[in-house]
C-alpha cells in the first residue's frame, strides 16, 4: 500500500503525546487512526506514540483495550498479526496525573530521548475542556512546550462566548496560534476538500456560485441514534451547541466563502471568517427545535434541551444575497446521512412546456455533495428519455461515487487530521477568531431557544414538522437512500 502514496503524503519523524491516551476517545478514533496510517507506511518505526494514563496499564493490557477499534482493518485483509505486533512497539503508556502533574519528569525524560529542533512533538488533549488549562500549565512547567511544539484540541471549546474565550485563553498562556490545532473532523472528511476543489478548480462551478444561479442551500446532518449513555452530557449542550456552532457552521463557510488568494491555512481561514461575520443575527421565526419522543425517558428527568434544530441563515454580502441557507440536525431521524445540496434557479423560460409529459420538469438543477454514509457528488440535470415518442424529458443523474470511482481506501477524517498536525498544515484547523465569531452568531440564538419548548417528534421521522421552508414556498430534500 506505501507504494501508491504520493509524495505529499511523507512525514517527518514525530512524537505524539495522547494525554487522556487510554480514554474513549483515543481507543475509538485516535489510536484507530494511527494503526491505518502505519499500515499504509505514513507513519513509520520512526514515530513514537506516548498514551498517558493516571493508572498503570502495559501496552499489552493497552493493545487488548485497542485491538477491538481497529478489527476492520484485520476484516479487510489490510492488517496482519505481524503488522500489529510491530504498531504495538511504537506505543508507550505513560503514567501521568495531570491534577498533581505526577509523571510529567518522567514524561519529559522520555521525550527528550529523540529530541531534535526539526522532530515535531504533538501533544493531543483527548480530555475534558475543563482540564486544558492545568495540563498546558503541566507541560510549561515540565520543560515540554518548547517552540517545535504542537497542541491538539477537541470540541467542544465552551459552552457559551465567554466560556470559550477563557479556555482559548488558557492555551494562549503557553502556546502561540500557530501551535495550536482545534479538531473539527468534519473538515477532515474527503468530501469537504473535495468541495473546494469543485469550487475552485472547476470554472463551471465557481461561475454558478452566486445568488444570480442559486436559489437556496440545504445542509443536513441527520443521525439514526439517540443520545444514549451521553445523555447527561448532551443535555448540557444540545444540538445547537453540539452541532451547529461547529460542525454545520463550519459547512456554511466552505460553500459560502470567497475564493482565496493561495491554498493555505491563513488565507482559507480568512474567508471562513468572513463568512460568519456577515452572518445576519437569527430571526425568531428561522428557528425550530425539537426534541425526540423518549428523550426524557433515556435522560431520567425532565428537560427542555433539543435534539434537533433548524435554521434559516442569510448572509450578508454580495455574492449570497437574498439566498436562504436551510441547515438542520438531529438525532434518532429516519437516516444516518450529511448532505450538502445547492439547488440552482429554474431555467428562464421552458420551451418544453407543450411537450408530451412536460409537466415533469419542475425539478431544477441540484449539486449535491454526500458527506457521510457512502461519500460523493451528484448531480441532478434533465435529459432526453431514450426511444421514440418525441421529446420525452426526466431527471437524471451524473453519480460520482468515492466508493465506486476509487478502488484504495478513503483515509478516515481523523487519519488526516492527525497526519497533518504532523506535517504542520493548520488550513483544516479552526483559528481562535473563527472560533469567537462562531459564538457571538450562536449565542443570541442560545438566549432564543432558551426561552422556548422544543416539539416533539417520533423517532424515525426527519424530525418535527414547522413552516420555515413552506413560508419561503420550498420544502426539505430528504437525503437520498441509494448512493
Not at 484540541?153 to 498562556?173: D, F, H, M, Q, Y
Not at 454558478?208 to 446532518?221: C, E, M, R, Y
Not at 437574498?322 to 450529511?338: D, E, M, N, W
Request: glycine share 6%; hydrophobic share 40%; net charge negative.
Amino acid at each position: 500500500m506505501s507504494a501508491s502514496l504520493p509524495p505529499t503524503a511523507s512525514l517527518p519523524p514525530s512524537d505524539y503525546i495522547i494525554i487522556g491516551g487510554t480514554g474513549d476517545l483515543s481507543l475509538r478514533k485516535i489510536f484507530p487512526a494511527f494503526f491505518w496510517r502505519y499500515l499504509d507506511s505514513q507513519l513509520t518505526d520512526e514515530y513514537r506514540l506516548f498514551a498517558t494514563s493516571r493508572a498503570t496499564l502495559s501496552v499489552a493490557k493497552f493493545a487488548e483495550k485497542l485491538r477491538p477499534f481497529c478489527e476492520s482493518a484485520f476484516a479487510d485483509g489490510h492488517a496482519t498479526a505481524d503488522k500489529w505486533e510491530s504498531f504495538l512497539k511504537i506505543i508507550q503508556i505513560v503514567n501521568l496525573d495531570l491534577s498533581n502533574g505526577d509523571g510529567a519528569t518522567s514524561l519529559a525524560a522520555q521525550i527528550a530521548r529523540k529530541q531534535s529542533t526539526d522532530r515535531p512533538t504533538i501533544y493531543y488533549l483527548a480530555i475534558a475542556p475543563s482540564l486544558f488549562g492545568s495540563a498546558v500549565l503541566m507541560l510549561k512547567a515540565a520543560g515540554l512546550a518548547t517552540e517545535q511544539a504542537r497542541l491538539v484540541v477537541e470540541k467542544p471549546l465552551g459552552n457559551s462566548g465567554e466560556s470559550s474565550r477563557k479556555i482559548n485563553g488558557e492555551l494562549a498562556t503557553v502556546f502561540a496560534e500557530h501551535q495550536i490545532y482545534r479538531i473539527d473532523h468534519y473538515l477532515g472528511k474527503e468530501t469537504v476538500q473535495n468541495l473546494m476543489a469543485l469550487r475552485f478548480a472547476n470554472v463551471i462551478f465557481e461561475s454558478l456560485w452566486d445568488n444570480s444561479h442559486v436559489d437556496h442551500v440545504q445542509i443536513t446532518v441527520a443521525e439514526t441514534v439517540g443520545v444514549g449513555g451521553r445523555a447527561s452530557y448532551y443535555d448540557q449542550y444540545g444540538a445547537i451547541r453540539d452541532m451547529v456552532q461547529n460542525h454545520l457552521l463550519q459547512l456554511v463557510c466552505l460553500v459560502a466563502m470567497e475564493p482565496p488568494a493561495r491554498f493555505n491555512a491563513d488565507q482559507v481561514r480568512d474567508e471562513k471568517l468572513r463568512v460568519l461575520r456577515a452572518l445576519r443575527p437569527l430571526e425568531a421565526d428561522a428557528l425550530l427545535l425539537g426534541q425526540y419522543e423518549d428523550y426524557t425517558d433515556e435522560l431520567g428527568t425532565s428537560s427542555t434541551t433539543e435534539t434537533f434544530v433548524a435554521m434559516r441563515l442569510a448572509i450578508d454580502n454580495w455574492r449570497w444575497a437574498g439566498v436562504p441557507f436551510y441547515i438542520r440536525t438531529g438525532k434518532k431521524l429516519r437516516q444516518r446521512a450529511s448532505e450538502i445540496i445547492i439547488t440552482f434557479k429554474d431555467r428562464p423560460h421552458d420551451i418544453f412546456s407543450n411537450s408530451q409529459d412536460g409537466k415533469i420538469l419542475g425539478q431544477p438543477n441540484r449539486l449535491i455533495i454526500r458527506l457521510q454514509p457512502s461519500e460523493g457528488l451528484r448531480l441532478q440535470l434533465t435529459s432526453k428519455q431514450p426511444g421514440p415518442g418525441g421529446m420525452r424529458l426526466f431527471p437524471s443523474d451524473l453519480n460520482l461515487s468515492f466508493d465506486e470511482t476509487f478502488e484504495e481506501r478513503l483515509p478516515d477524517a481523523y487519519e488526516r487530521l492527525l497526519m497533518d498536525t504532523a506535517r504542520g498544515n493548520q488550513t483544516l484547523f479552526m483559528r481562535v477568531d473563527e472560533v469567537l465569531a462562531a459564538w457571538e452568531f450562536i449565542d443570541p440564538i442560545l438566549a432564543l431557544a432558551k426561552a422556548r419548548t422544543p416539539v416533539s417528534y417520533k423517532a424515525g421521522s426527519m424530525g418535527p414538522t414547522g413552516d420555515l421552508l413552506q413560508a419561503d414556498g420550498r420544502s426539505w430534500i430528504d437525503p437520498h437512500e441509494d448512493w
